[in-house]
């Protein structure tokens, strides 16, 4: 198997194997960046449930990700740059899961931002304190419920009487407020909404637990990976229908585990319309609640469904061209960049430590460029120059998937560039489902092999003609 296209792109799920790649990679000055890859779930087996099954399934990919994060602490006895481990929650948890909280999370800021609009064009900004009063009240009551476990990150004081509005955008922001505002909802109905209008998604018991299982299994790889002082954990991006609830959970762990460095990343699809409000957002909720940006930026990975999907549910949430594409990747280094003129120097390095500041000055940053451009990596580094930034110091690295643009990756640890290889991992025959899938879903966005094919032809002819 790995003579084939599987050996290509991924390394059987052997821990001996994949740090061997990780420790030949370093030595060319490349950090390793790893991807636990799970078995596609095929339902209950013999007698379980499909959801007691489903459940198992979630937790070995649990147990696989915190082996993982052990694997990658294991690197820094050789490698200059923080590795990287890279996951998504639907390897946590079921899909509906991440639906239903989608849907919840949409349906209860547009309820409140709706509420706040009309009562300001009606009767003024002071006929909002109904409202204002009424999510402070979710947000105090949150504390003594039952799920008080996720409503640590809820950054409003039990003493406050007002909101300012980056803590109404840091409620709305928030995946433990939403789940804490759909309870408190269900027992005490907005007094000002008429019977129908403030109709959301009701999550059951069942649905509760569930969130809470997701949680809690987020924390303690947060958690891990923030003890090992060496390693960062990055969630990945999904599809729209589910993207809300992962960036929200996200942007939660982020409130929590990063106080002092960034330990938690988050992932930003610039092929979305929406990707660019979104980083901007949580840029400032950085800056205003006192904690370190952590981020990966990618083109993206679902065009082709989105569009399909799209035809028939909701408006394409799709940029219309590569090109808006690229100018949309551009715009959110920059804004990532600026406030990296001002950050302190990062803990990307291995061999460093942040110390602790106050909520009111910057904070370290890290942020990921994950391109397989070489235009867009030249402007990131024409970008660093101007600005007078060090890469390593500024939180900034690169990265590329494994078996993909190696002239990139290499050239960029060559010259001193932090630079990543992301290396999916795992059993031969989820790893070829796996690859099967991901180019069925990349197809359109795929980089052209034809550099490759001229680069490798000019190294046959180099080696063949090379004269003694």
Known sequence: MKKTIFGQFMVSDESEAVLRLAKRHSQSGVTPLFAYTAAEFHG????????????????????????????????????????????????????????????????????????????????????????????????????????????????????????????????????????????????????????????????????????????????????????????????????????????????????IFNKQRPVVLNTYQCYLKRTLGFLKRDLELCREEGFCFGGKVVRGAYMDEERRLAKHNYPDPVNDSYEITTDVYCRAIDSVLADATNAPPSSSSSSSSSSSSSSESAKPMRMIVATHNLDTVNFVIERLRDKKLDARESGISFAQLLGTRDYISFALGAAGYPAGKLIHYAEPESGLAYLSRRLQENRSGLPSPAIERRLLMNEIKRRFLRRP
């Open 44 to 255: 209950g087996h013999s007698g379980t449930s499909a959801k007691s099954s489903r459940d198992v399934w979630c937790q070995g990919n649990f147990n696989a990700i915190a082996s993982s994060i052990e694997m990658a602490n294991k690197c820094k006895e050789f490698t200059k740059d923080q590795p990287v481990v890279t996951t998504k929650l639907t390897f946590l948890t079921d899909y509906a899961d991440l639906r239903n909280l989608t849907e919840v999370i949409n349906q209860q800021t547009k309820l409140i931002e709706g509420c706040l609009m009309e009562k300001r064009e009606s009767s003024g900004v002071g006929n909002c304190r109904p409202l204002i009063e009424y999510l402070l009240r979710v947000a105090r009551s949150a504390r003594d419920d039952e799920l008080a476990s996720m409503t640590t990150c809820i950054n409003v004081d039990n003493k406050a009487t007002r909101l300012t509005r980056y803590q109404l955008v840091g409620l709305l922001s928030s995946a433990c407020f939403h789940v804490a505002l759909n309870r408190f909802i269900q027992k005490n109905p907005m007094p000002w909404v008429r019977e129908g209008e403030s109709s959301v998604i009701r999550l059951r018991e069942e649905d509760l637990q569930r969130i809470s299982r997701l949680w809690s299994r987020m924390n303690e790889l947060n958690k891990m990976a923030s003890e090992r002082k060496t390693v960062v954990i990055n969630y990945d991006a999904e599809q729209t229908f589910i993207q809300p609830a992962i960036e929200a959970l996200v942007l939660d762990s982020m409130r």
